[in-house]
């Protein structure tokens, strides 16, 4: 079974950090685009974070440039959100999504089936 597994997800006082986790599970990270998404109750789901396997091109959401960093490890077909300085704005549900065999970042429109997503809360 093909799927991506977030985890991670926590509650950080504000100006906290956390690191997410997102496995793959039945397939391999190479020659792919993974993207880190959230969604804020009562929000629309939007794009954080972006990083391309075959040369490591990183992309970010202006709200966390700066803040936020997206790494990879193929050899454990992991992708990594280190997530500092973090602020009530950031708290939601953060999926992961890939986009196989592309080097073009992965879409909200573009996902057919998300995962389950890991909590983040920010509150002191």
């Known amino acids: 079974q093909l799927q991506l597994v977030e985890s991670g997800g926590h509650l950080v006082q504000p100006g906290g950090s956390l690191r997410l986790s997102c496995a793959a599970s039945?397939?391999?990270?190479?020659?792919?685009?993974i993207g880190w998404f959230r969604q804020a109750p009562g929000k629309q789901r939007e794009g954080v974070s972006c990083?391309?396997?075959?040369?490591?091109?990183?992309y970010y959401a202006d709200s966390v440039k700066g803040r936020f960093t997206i790494s990879i490890d193929n050899s454990k077909a992991t992708v990594y959100l280190q997530m500092n300085s973090l602020k009530s704005d950031d708290a939601g549900v953060y999926y992961c999504?890939?986009?196989?065999?592309?080097?073009?970042?992965?879409?909200?429109?573009?996902?057919?089936?998300w995962g389950k997503g890991t909590l983040v809360t920010v509150s002191s």
């Open positions: 990083i391309t396997s075959s040369d490591g091109n990183t």
């Open positions: 999504a890939a986009r196989r065999g592309s080097s073009f970042c992965p879409t909200i429109p573009s996902v057919a089936h």
């Open positions: 039945g397939f391999t990270l190479e020659h792919s685009a």
